[in-house]
């Protein structure tokens, strides 16, 4: 908080004492809401520890439902971005082309799959699927999200390879040129090998995305992810609903706060580092850059 | 350079999961292909007709009448692979041979009788309404037009209510019958909407003996068969047959009572066999 | 093969609509509670810094489908928080804007916090050295400057909360996702003509206010 404290002076004794009231009032209303909310709860019934107990004292619920729904999750999330991966390098090094009939293309489709919703994607596919192959039934939802995702984040990645490829300093195309190097070897065995270690925090807090995105594949599609498993287990254990979800969505926000963790770590990491450049595309999600945005 | 290695491990870590969901995907596939097994599509999340069990084996009125099937046709309990059939699923799961045959609360109607054949039926079900066991303000279908009712996101039964029975019922509709259920037993809703041997499946659970009940409305007829490829006669023949025997042989009686009795359900008796002849 | 569109059947512009509402609402909402979010995070009060990174980090990391699914079933169905909606249909519509404000909101907070990031300290300094209060500095040195920065990160925010109204459907909003899953099960062989109109409807929704904002962005830039 060092980079903030430049908004306010160091309290003196009146707004030591402002500071506490506000704390004080804070704490007041905070608890007040948390207190009513725990009191419906209670009175709905739905602090009865029988609907809570099973994730504590049922093995099962784990072993049966939860591991395997997440594992469904992440083979979802780890499919996309591994497909992703290089239709979003191709486009990104399409887009940086120096002939307009590549360039112009290739933006086209990334801004296009940039611009339409993920669901509608997973949607569309999963009924092309059904018409057009024959992908058995149970595959189908797994194969719709993972296309969905993979257009999706295939135009995402694009632009993060192009933006990671712009954060090089000119020198390096420069330097290139200077010993000969042809436009194709530049990018190979200059620009690229750079810009994918400047890319790594984004890349992983894209990973994110994909993970939150898989619960739609769940909600809408039927894919028996995490989040689909919410049904199983409450038509099992009394429709416990309330604390389903609350469990589910406790694994989501651990397993994302790892990978985020983890995109800031290979950030700081990769600042420090004296090898590269030092050129480092910020991960968008930890919030220590100007983000784009687009990362949601 | 530490990070080419540790970009180096990540990319073997991604390989080796992808071969590992590849294999999964054969050993699957493998699995149904195997001469001794039968597949059966049935549903996954249906207390009482076909639900899995936190052990990871199946119940159900369905799964009972299914495992009789398959005895009858010649295959062990053990050798039996469970699909799941969504609703929406059920024709494809038939017409592309991905199971045998499938018992998931299939109501035998002509629009699905051009895609697939049916036998039996086995059992006859009515749409009816899930109320609180306190509330008896709901004796005819047109006392929902007052109602907060909640129902599965396209299924007919809400669809019917909708056309037919009580155009003004403040409808809603959510992912799972669970949701219906938190909501009635939180009484945000009135009344959920479904065939009364689901509603009877959940009404009999553990957790909720003796909140809910089952209002008797009979609001239409869904009379459940066992859905098989389109023109397969001699399966029909067979199945037909396990059907008449299993209802002759008293096993009928004993699923239907270990399946409904708790939730004080009065089932119709065996409906006559009819598809096929 | 567009003959769908002259049926009558579907009320397009009518859930494309819902979309837009969606969208709007949500965009006011989460403008407004994420600021006072970032407002908390830069605060001198340590309770409330703590409560806006928990918040925060707890939001930001939760599938929206997950906060929208928990809005309509613990609100909705447990709490019975109606927002003032009369049925059901008002009742989710209030719920997944409540959802959606909740969600959108910590992207507007971080964006704006990195905002603040970029305000240069003596600015904050000459505020302080004229006596001006916490509020006071934020209020009419930091935020206003800040703004002006994240013009285009906010763009951005707003283009994704567009497309993340189409979650809604999984709470049953009527919304153009919906339509579209409906429409393409019941005109299934006019697969590739459902999905290009809608497409073009995001399309229609979400480049405009890129052009826009982007264009706004530049004019606003803080020069320095």
Known sequence: MSATSVLYDAPGARAKRRNILYTIVFLVVFALAAWWVLVQMADKNQLASEKWSPFVTDSEVWTTYLLPGLGETLKAAALSIVIALPFGALLGIGRLSDHSWVRVPVGAVVEFFRSIPVLLMMVFAAQAYAQFTNVSSDMRPLYAVVTGLVLYNASVIAEIVRAGILTLPNGQTDAAKAIGMRKGQTMAYVLLPQAVTAMLPALVSQLVVIVKDTALGGAILGLSELLSQNRTITANYGANTIATLVVIALIYIVLNFILTTFASWLEQRLRRGKKSTGAVLPDVNAGTYVGDGSGI | ?277 | MFEFLDSGQYDLLGAFWVTVQLTLYSAVGSLLWGTLLAGMRVSPVPLMRAFGTAYVNLVRNTPLTVVLVACSLGLGQTLQITLGGGDFESIGFRLAVLGLIAYTSTFVCEALRSGINTVPVGQAEAARALGLSFFQVLRLIVLPQAFRSVVAPLANVLIALTKNTTVAAAIGVAEASALMKTMIENESSALFAVFAVFAFGFVVLTLPTGLLLGWVSKRVAVKR
């Open chain 2, 1 to 277: 350079m530490k990070l080419r290695k540790a970009s180096a491990a990540a990319a073997a870590v991604v390989v080796l999961s992808l071969t590992a969901t590849a294999c999964g995907g054969d050993s699957a596939d493998s699995g149904n292909g195997g001469g001794d097994k039968i597949t059966i599509g049935i549903k996954f999340d249906q207390p009482g007709l076909g639900l899995k069990k936190p052990d990871g084996t199946f119940a159900g009125f369905d799964v009972d009448v299914a495992t009789y099937v398959a005895k009858e046709l010649g295959y062990d309990a053990k050798n039996i692979v469970w699909k799941e059939a969504p609703s929406a699923e059920r024709e494809n799961l038939i017409s592309n041979g991905d199971v045998k045959f499938v018992a998931a609360s299939y109501t035998i109607n002509d629009e699905r009788k051009k895609k697939v054949d049916f036998a039996g039926p086995y059992f006859l079900a009515h749409q009816d309404l899930l109320v609180r066991t306190d509330d008896s303000s709901i004796t005819k279908a047109a006392d929902l037009n007052s109602k907060k009712l909640c129902s599965v996101t396209g299924s007919t039964s809400a669809q019917n209510v909708k056309n037919d029975f009580a155009p003004k019922a403040d409808l809603q509709n959510v992912g799972g019958y669970s949701e219906c259920l938190t909501g009635l037993e939180n009484k945000a809703v009135d009344a959920l909407t479904t065939d009364d041997s689901i509603l009877a499946g959940y009404a009999s659970q553990q957790e909720h003996q003796g909140k809910f009940k089952l209002a008797g409305l009979k609001l239409s007829d869904e009379p459940y068969g066992i859905g098989l490829k389109k023109g397969d006669t001699d399966l029909q023949k067979k199945i037909n047959a396990a059907l008449t025997k299993m209802e002759s042989d008293g096993s009928w009686e004993k699923a239907v009572t270990a399946n409904f009795g708790p939730a004080n359900y009065k089932n119709e008796p065996a409906p006559k066999i009819n598809e096929g002849s």
